[in-house]
């Protein structure tokens, strides 16, 4: 009995020097006990002094190790929550509301991975338009883009995207194009009249740009993109400016630039 009352009194004993840490980001560590996470910080007492009540912006907070081996990491910030945007739509389907008055028809799908982030894809079918320049083209142009959400330049407790699909955005962008089309040939002559002949070519183009828009959606239901974006390309053709999906330069200028509006719907 008397070695059963000695194991119990170290057991006691070991509970009440156990200490539980708060280790902030800055890498410093604050040994105590931890009496309450709260939304704004955390709070705590030092053993020898249990009435005295300290209090740590939680902001500075990395994690707290409590003495049982239990771990909690404090959240950076909220706008990286998913549980904030539960109930929203994350993905949607769109069109390039001005692609058909340039000779062709953009299809884009859109999947959220993750609050803040998200890739889409396009597929371009050229000749589905208008022909403005007659050139009869027919090919077709695929897109992928990965877009990463702005953030505030200063946060606020419980500050969150208003939509896990909205806002302004800067997305690195890769693009495919492939068409044939009819290539028109200017001959002038010293009558100042010339003679207009052409000849079906092909072209394959590809461009890299960053794109940077803004996306607002209405209703969890029903959006708006507005992008443009600048880079690297090669598929121009010196007589005929090709706007399937980029406008690319050739090898002494390889310059591609995209832009557009896109409507669409989210599910």
């Known amino acids: 009995m008397k070695n059963l009352t000695i194991i119990l009194f170290i057991f006691l004993s070991l509970s009440t020097i156990a200490q539980d840490k708060i280790v902030k980001k800055s890498g410093n560590i604050i040994e105590c006990k931890v009496t309450e996470i709260a939304a704004d910080e955390v709070k705590y007492y030092y053993s020898g002094n249990p009435k005295l009540i300290f209090g740590v ?6 994690k707290v190790e409590f003495a049982t081996g239990e771990i909690i990491k404090i959240e950076d910030n909220t706008f990286e929550n998913s549980e904030y945007y539960a109930n929203q739509k994350n993905r949607a389907l ?12 953009e299809f884009v799908y859109e ?8 890739w889409e894809a396009s597929l ?9 320049a007659e050139i009869k083209p027919v090919g077709v142009y695929t897109k992928f883009a990965y877009k990463f959400m702005r953030t505030p330049d200063f946060y606020l407790h419980r ?7 909205k806002g302004a ?11 044939r089309y009819d290539s028109h040939n200017y001959n002038y002559n010293y009558s100042q009249s010339y003679n ?10 590809l461009a890299l740009t960053l794109k940077f828009g803004k996306q607002w959606i209405f209703d969890d239901s029903f959006l708006v993109d507005v992008f443009w974006g600048i880079g690297y390309g090669l598929g121009g053709d010196e007589n005929e400016t090709l706007p399937y999906g980029f406008v690319a330069g050739t090898s002494e200028a390889p310059i591609a630039v995209t832009g ?8």
């Open 124 to 132: 371009g079918l050229i000749g589905l338009g208008i022909d403005p």
């Open 169 to 179: 955005y800067i997305a690195p962008e890769i693009a495919f194009r492939y068409l």
């Open 260 to 267: 557009g509006i896109r409507i669409g719907w989210v599910f």
């Open 196 to 205: 207009d002949s052409h000849s079906r070519k092909e072209n394959f183009g």
């Open 57 to 62: 912006d939680k902001a500075l907070v990395e």
């Open 94 to 105: 769109k069109i390039n509301f001005l692609s058909p008055l340039m000779g062709s028809t």
């Open 111 to 118: 999947q959220s991975v993750k609050p803040g982030k998200s």
């Open 159 to 165: 500050m969150q995207y208003s939509h896990i699909l």
